[in-house]
T-cell receptor, first 110, second 113 residues
Framework: QKEVEQNSGPLSVPEGAIASLNCTYS??????FFWYRQYSGKSPELIMS????GDKEDGRFTAQLNKASQYVSLLIRDSQPSDSATYLC??????????FGTGTRLTIIP | DAGVTQSPTHLIKTRGQQVTLRCSPI?????VSWYQQVLGQGPQFIFQ???????GRGNFPDRFSARQFPNYSSELNVNALLLGDSALYLC????????????FGPGTRLTVT
């Protein structure tokens, strides 16, 4: 059973600080990794994709992938109240689908 | 460019009825996937279609079926609705398949009473 695990939170971070979200997955044969942001009552929005070991930066977001340790993380710098949402980690295990974690609820405290 | 579109936005059905949900992918995208999301959970994979062929099916009963049309739009059908089918149904569009970026539509909120 290929699984993706996330801490459900809630994770509370002061405005302006760095929010760190973590995700582990069960299978070493994993090809691609994604972070989605989901506001309450809305659909998931793709914010980062990462395919190889290391860091990938896009604006205030940095995705970090470590395939040997089977984890992927998302850092949000200079956190804003608008970053308050549920963050979903998704993994493609080389098959026809994305497998999602249950999501981490992030709250940015003004 | 228009994103993924889904219709209807909301739907209320009675147990035992049938429902059809529709999805139009991003222009140029040939793959459509369907997911079900219940409150507090991540999306669960139902189907993937690529070039009008079913490429994958999740752990859902045969009451769930789907198809993709020549213009790459897709329909998800659910027969004999159960209360447990109440969920947000999400359509995701990608260029080729699940190993690449998937972009979600706004979803259809289905309530079964």
């Amino acid at each position: 059973q290929k699984e993706v695990e996330q801490n459900s939170g809630p994770l509370s971070v002061p405005e302006g600080a760095i929010a760190s979200l973590n995700c582990t997955y069960s299978d070493r044969v994993s090809q691609s990794f994604f972070w989605y942001r989901q506001y309450s009552g809305k659909s998931p929005e793709l914010i980062m994709s990462i395919y190889s070991n290391g860091d990938k930066e896009d604006g205030r977001f940095t995705a970090q992938l470590n395939k040997a340790s089977q984890y992927v993380s998302l850092l949000i710098r200079d956190s804003q109240p608008s970053d308050s949402a549920t963050y979903l980690c998704a993994v493609n295990f080389g098959n026809e689908k994305l497998t999602f974690g249950t999501g981490t609820r992030l709250t940015i405290i003004p | 460019d228009a994103g993924v579109t889904q219709s209807p936005t909301h739907l209320i059905k009675t147990r035992g009825q049938q429902v059809t949900l529709r999805c139009s992918p991003i222009s140029g995208h040939k793959s459509v996937s369907w997911y079900q999301q219940v409150l507090g959970q991540g999306p669960q994979f139902i189907f993937q279609y690529y070039e009008k062929e079913e490429r994958g099916r999740g752990n859902f009963p045969d009451r769930f079926s789907a198809r993709q049309f020549p213009n790459y739009s897709s329909e998800l059908n659910v027969n004999a609705l159960l209360l447990g089918d109440s969920a947000l149904y999400l359509c995701a569009s990608s260029l080729t398949g699940a190993s690449y970026e998937q972009y979600f539509g706004p979803g259809t909120r289905l309530t079964v009473t």
